[in-house]
């Protein structure tokens, strides 16, 4: 079964990849999916496909870091125009999820940084950028830990799948 589904990932149209490698983690802090659909997910996919030769792995890195830091970025500005607002406003199942006080801490405490490591845990990657806008970190700061850390992990996440398959290719 977990063949056929491979196989099936694999012949899905490239266009197709690239969009949802970049639309899904752009979707995952701008508005809160990423804590039911976390954007990884599409960058595993892309990173598949990559392996299977429908697409370079640098377009698959590209559009899951272009679409990783423009959702941050929109993350930030709505953290930054609305304020705490925002977060009590999401949906109460979503709401549940959120360990804004975790983040909020970790913002204050690391700033910049906050934004790498937050990049790195599903939850934190949602809400990181929300309350880094909410709490007045300065845009320039932001949005260099921003494009830092969306290249290293959308580089690192479609990597992953790359070196799984390549190795059990290579058995």
Do not use: K
Request: aromatic share 6%; charged share 15%.
């Amino acid at each position: 079964m977990v063949d056929t589904v491979v196989q099936t990932l694999i012949g899905l149209p490239p266009v197709l990849v690239l969009t949802l490698v970049f639309v899904l983690p752009a979707l995952e802090s701008s508005t809160l999916l990423g804590l039911v659909v976390p954007g990884e997910t599409a960058i595993l996919i892309g990173g598949l496909v990559a392996h299977g030769g429908a697409l370079p792995l640098w377009a698959v890195v590209a559009a899951g870091a272009a679409g990783a830091c423009r959702g941050d970025q929109a993350g930030y500005a709505l953290g930054r125009r609305y304020g705490p607002d925002v977060l009590a406003r999401a949906p109460r199942v979503l709401r549940r999820r959120l360990d804004i006080a975790r983040a909020r801490r970790l913002v204050a405490r690391r700033g910049a940084w906050a934004v790498l490591i937050g990049r790195w845990v599903a939850v934190l990657r949602a809400v990181v950028p929300l309350i880094a806008g909410t709490g007045g970190m300065r845009w320039p700061v932001f949005l260099r830990a921003n494009l830092a850390g969306g290249l290293v992990w959308a580089t690192a996440v479609a990597l992953r799948v790359w070196r799984i398959r390549r190795r059990a290719a290579q058995r």
